[in-house]
């Protein structure tokens, strides 16, 4: 910790860092952030900083809003010019992650964070460590008013090739930014959607990828916003396309050893990971409503786009909520799982928290995993799916939350304050939703009725 | 002069010997608890730690090295058959003394010791082609330009590039540069060197090499000394 401290401090000093950005996320993935000054990094690092917590969604309790902000000098870094300034100025500046501590310097139960430390904690009690590699899906608009139809900016498609046009320019322009940062891309591309783009990350351990995930939102809008570009992380902005998710791959290792993998196994999957992805699909109904937490979220689990609305699992078919790549050929340790459901709006603290939980969950109690589901579940019927005892995803925010709230695993992962929080925010947002009318309903009824 | 925090207490009989034959005032400590406890106003004026064999003495090696205020010089004090792992261990001490040395080694080594760090306040570089590490400063910097580096990419590279041309294990790596105060698991270990290599650059970020089914190698062992750097580099 001394020595962490040590190096922040040098290097502020050393590159003649102006401000300091302390950032964190409140309880639905937003980010935050405020600036200090070089010259109350000591305290902030020693002590914490105080701050109001009761503006910040999901921070506030009954009789004490004052929270700290206490930064984790392991993730300092200096911010790659442009990054995090608005003024464009070229003096250095650099961002630390916060935890969110109370005043006694206990962790504070609303900081999404320490909800995913305290199930990575659980987990490593085990031996277990959990990473995570997710791909981000985004749409580039002409603007971001929230009054009329996004505009997209180019009309390309899946790995379309195209020339010199602004949205691929923006998109290599952040992969570059991302690597500066010690952010490794593994893939970026032109997705199926016009202006729909992909970033797939490496693996890091999670709560790094979480962080890591809040930095490539950040860092996307800004490139974007430089250029005069808004870029959405919205699930599904346009209708009649594909809509942004986060499909994310997961695996579990014990120490050197990839807990799902197994040589002797004809697909290479390990009877832990089966126990793994079936605790995973037997509570994914209940997880759906943090990794799928707006109104908007479940216009994009609906059939014909690719994404995911059945509990259900396989080898390789892109219709199935958990896909198991197969592990290329002596290279067992890339064994992992793929969670197709979430998208790049959760919060991906909470989100990688209720994933772990489930999949420790099953590994604990041996929960037997279905069978794969083979073939198109787009085109069985509701009858053949119910013989096949395949459940389907919530399919509206107001399903979710009220499977997410007999929920045992759920609360114990979130914990009493946020899980309550979140259920409440929730409702509030979908009560407002159902008294909205709305321009399809305009359009459609009023014509005629 | 103050005296030297010298570990175990109490320390052996060929240790204690040793010390009082040199002359030098020592305070027997017990880990770090009581190097932070007993410090004297002035600060220790070094340490002399005997290994053994439980880990208990390249700990608090490490310990010391954490603190804001170092001590140093620090002594270590090994068996025959410890001398192999030193190399590891190297950033954690200043020299090292076999355990049953005659007194007159052990008081040379702690005077050559105190008359180096007296002297050499300059900065400590590690330069590796158009790489540069300054210790003191924390500051890495490639063909001149900075490189914004975590803590945990500075202390890995750090290692990495004291011991050029060596193969460590996934498992090395995170005993010595992590100490296992992590969450991460050996994986965390290529996921900093893959943050390191893109930090680096595509030119550069072959400096960090992987060694098939063992772990990683930074640079070559037949690297030149300091004054060829343009030679290799041609």
């Not at chain 1, 996004?150 to 790995?159: A, I, M, N, T, V």
Request: proline share 6%; hydrophobic share 40%.
């Amino acid at each position: 910790m001394q020595s962490q401290r040590e190096y922040v401090l040098r290097t502020v000093e050393e590159r003649g860092v102006r401000f300091v950005q302390l950032w964190f996320t409140d309880v639905l993935g937003t980010p935050k952030s405020f600036s200090i000054t070089p010259a109350e990094l000591e305290n902030a690092l020693d002590e914490g900083m105080t701050f109001d917590g009761s503006a910040i969604d999901g921070f506030s309790r009954v009789q004490e809003s004052d929270v700290l902000a206490k930064p984790d000098p392991k993730t300092f870094q200096i911010l790659p010019l442009g990054v995090g300034r608005q003024d464009g100025s070229v003096s250095s500046v650099a961002r630390v992650f916060c935890d969110i501590l109370n005043l006694d310097g206990s962790p504070f139960e609303g900081c999404p964070r320490h909800v995913l430390r305290r199930a990575l904690e659980r987990a490593r009690a085990r031996g277990f460590a959990f990473y995570a590699a997710p791909e981000i899906e985004y749409f580039y608009f002409a603007d971001g008013d929230g009054s009329l139809t996004p505009k997209p900016l180019d009309g390309g498609s899946y790995f379309e090739l195209t020339v010199a046009d602004l949205s691929s320019d923006l998109r290599k322009r952040t992969v570059l930014t991302l690597e500066d940062m010690g952010i490794p891309v593994e893939y970026a591309q032109h997705e199926d959607a016009p202006s729909q783009h992909e970033i797939d990350l490496r693996y890091t351990d999670a709560l790094t990828m979480a962080d890591t995930i809040m930095t490539v939102r950040l860092v996307v809008k800004e490139i974007a916003s430089e250029r005069g570009v808004y870029a959405s992380f919205m699930p599904k902005p346009l209708s009649g396309v594909q809509g942004s998710g986060m499909h994310t791959h997961f695996s579990l290792f014990e120490g050197e050893k990839n807990v799902f993998s197994d040589d002797g196994d004809e697909h290479g999957l390990s009877t832990l990971g089966r126990h793994f992805i079936a605790g995973v699909l037997e509570h994914a109904p209940e997880i759906t409503a943090v990794t799928n937490q707006w109104v908007n979220s479940y216009k994009r689990l609906v059939a014909g786009y690719e994404a995911p609305i059945y509990v259900s699992w396989a080898y390789n078919n892109r219709s199935a909520l958990i896909r198991v790549p197969i592990a290329k050929k002596g290279r067992p340790e890339s064994t992992r799982i793929e969670y197709r459901s979430p998208d790049p709006a959760c919060n991906p603290y909470l989100a990688f928290a209720l994933v772990l939980a489930a999949g420790l969950r099953g590994m604990e109690k041996g929960y037997e995993l279905q069978p794969e589901a083979s073939s198109n579940l787009f085109l069985l019927t509701p009858e053949e799916l119910a013989s096949e005892g395949i459940r389907p995803l919530p399919k509206s925010l107001a399903d979710a939350l009220q499977v997410m709230e007999r929920s045992e695993l759920v609360a114990e992962t979130l914990g009493e304050h946020v899980f309550e929080w979140f259920l409440r925010n929730k409702r509030a947002e979908w009560e407002a939703y159902t008294r909205e009318v709305t321009p399809y309903e305009i359009s459609r009824y009023l014509p005629s009725l | 002069m103050e005296p030297l925090a010298v570990f175990p207490d109490p320390p052996s009989r060929w240790l204690s010997r040793a010390l009082a034959s040199a002359g030098y005032p020592y305070e027997p400590v017990a880990g770090a608890a009581e190097v932070e406890r007993c410090e004297p106003a002035e600060g220790w004026a070094g340490a002399v730690v005997e290994m053994g064999t439980d880990g208990a003495g390249i700990s608090l090696c490490r310990a010391l090295r954490k603190r804001e205020e170092q001590v140093s010089p620090v002594l270590v004090a090994v068996t025959d058959d410890q001398l192999a792992e030193l190399d590891f261990d190297e950033g954690l001490f200043d020299d090292f003394v076999l355990v049953g040395s005659a007194a007159l080694e052990v008081e040379a080594r702690l005077a050559q010791l105190f008359r180096r760090l007296r002297r050499g306040t300059e900065h400590e570089i590690i330069q590796y082609g158009p790489l540069a590490l300054n210790l003191a400063t924390y500051q890495a910097a490639l063909d001149g330009r900075p490189l914004d580096l975590t803590y945990m990419e500075y202390e890995l590279l750090r290692f990495l590039a004291a011991h050029p041309g060596k193969v460590f294990t996934r498992e090395a790596l995170l005993q010595r540069v992590w100490g296992y105060e992590y969450f991460g698991g050996a994986r965390t270990v290529d996921v900093h060197v893959r943050r390191l290599r893109a930090k680096l650059g595509e030119e550069h970020a072959h400096l960090i090499e992987t060694v098939r089914s063992v772990g990683y190698r930074f640079g070559s062992v037949r690297w030149l000394p300091e004054g060829r750097v343009s030679d290799w580099q041609s």
